[in-house]
């Protein structure tokens, strides 16, 4: 029996390493070729993911690219990221290449971790689904539609700030700009408009955002696994207001230019199919997604940095206009692209833009503020944030 025990023990064994081997073998492979450029890919399936997501998690995001750049090269270095291979682009001259290229030699892509959260972008690709949207959204974000979203915008400000800000004497920045930023994506994007109703999306939407940029492991108490749950979750319940939205349009209680539904429901692919309820409540969710974390880390930073930089503040509460402030050469190409650039332009960027100039109008006509933490690390999760949300301390103004 003993050396049976062993004999199975060493075949496991075996069986063990020649696995390993193999997931090692077919992970170089992957980053074996010509013209290829420098740098290292870590282990089979997590690469280097653990050590670029980590260096966000202690506040030193750019760590990870200065590092490498530092190492092998300041233009473009090779890694592994989220189970795929990957090129790090560094530098005004590489954003140039790449906003000038798109669909020539580079082209739009997710992992195909993050395509879990999307089914129908499964069936297609992530190519082609960015393509959809781009075709779908110019109608309802381009600066002339947008016009009409400024008055809708303040009212939502007011309420936002009248309900979670006034009469507190301390409030938390962080969750507070992320419930305003999905209030006025679920208005402009699907009408909806109850406080209740969109507060049951606020925690589904903080575990879809904390998880879809994770390690792509699929198993019970990970980020990601919680990030696929609380899609699903999501995508059902748009799946019902989808359904509602289509009898509304039949009884006509609702328009065909209500909002970006309704202008789905009503548009055609290039085969001339009507898209079904899953692929509408699939875009529907990238848009929230697209609409919400970014702009709300934006607002964020603003009310960081407006308590850090008096002065500042001063100029906007004020409304002083400085045309001087934009002579001179200024920011050199590419150098500075927060929407993109060329065909990877930001279809949502004026959308953006406006949403956050509502936002600080409304919080600077209201108060002054206080960091409470002057020492608050950013960690990066996956967007830059606050580690403890940004607790700050209200002055109001008098009216």
């Known amino acids: 029996m003993e050396h049976l025990f062993l004999s199975l023990l060493l075949g496991f064994m075996t069986l063990v390493s020649l696995g390993f081997f193999v997931l090692f073998y077919k992970h170089k492979s992957l980053f074996v070729g010509t013209n290829l450029p420098p740098g290292k890919v870590g282990y089979p399936i997590l690469g280097e993911t653990i050590e670029f997501l980590s260096t966000g998690w202690k506040g030193h995001p750019e760590k990870f690219i200065f590092d490498r750049m530092t190492r092998f090269s300041s233009d473009i270095f090779k890694t592994s990221l989220l189970g795929e291979p990957a090129a790090v682009f560094c530098g005004s001259t590489c954003n140039k290449f790449l906003f000038s290229n798109e669909n020539k030699l580079v082209t739009a892509w997710w992992p195909s971790s993050v395509n879990k959260v999307f089914p129908t972008s499964e069936q297609t690709s992530s190519q082609e689904e960015a393509k959809k ?203 500075f692209v927060p929407f993109g650039g060329g065909p990877r332009m930001c279809p949502g960027k004026e959308y953006a833009r406006l949403e956050i100039l509502v936002f600080m109008h409304h919080l600077v006509k209201r108060y002054r503020w206080e960091k409470i933490l002057p020492e608050e690390n950013i960690v990066v999760d996956p967007m830059p944030i606050p580690a403890k949300g940004l607790p700050i301390r209200l002055f109001s103004h008098s009216y």
């Open 133 to 335: 949207m781009r075709k779908l959204l110019p109608q309802f974000m381009k600066p002339e539609a947008l016009r009409g979203y400024i008055g809708l915008m303040d009212n939502i400000a007011q309420r936002h700030f009248a309900t979670d800000w006034d009469n507190n004497k301390e409030i938390l920045t962080f969750p507070l700009a992320k419930r305003y930023t999905f209030w006025l994506a679920a208005r402009v994007f699907v009408s909806l408009d109850d406080p209740n109703e969109i507060k049951k999306f606020e925690e589904p939407f903080q575990l879809l955002a904390s998880g879809i940029i994770s390690m792509p492991i699929d198993l019970p108490g990970t980020p990601f696994h919680r990030a696929i749950k609380a899609s699903k979750y999501i995508r059902k319940e748009l799946v019902k207001i989808i359904k509602q939205r289509k009898v509304d349009l039949v009884e006509g209680k609702a328009s065909r230019s209500q909002d970006i539904l309704s202008h789905m429901l009503h548009t055609c692919t290039d085969d001339g199919v009507y898209m079904t309820e899953l692929d509408i409540a699939d875009k529907i969710l990238g848009l929230l997604i697209g609409g919400h974390d970014t702009a709300s880390a934006a607002c964020t930073f603003i009310v960081k940095y407006l308590a850090e930089l008096p002065h500042v503040y001063d100029a906007v509460y004020e409304e002083k206009f400085d045309p001087s402030r934009f002579e001179g050469n200024g920011l050199a190409p590419y150098t």
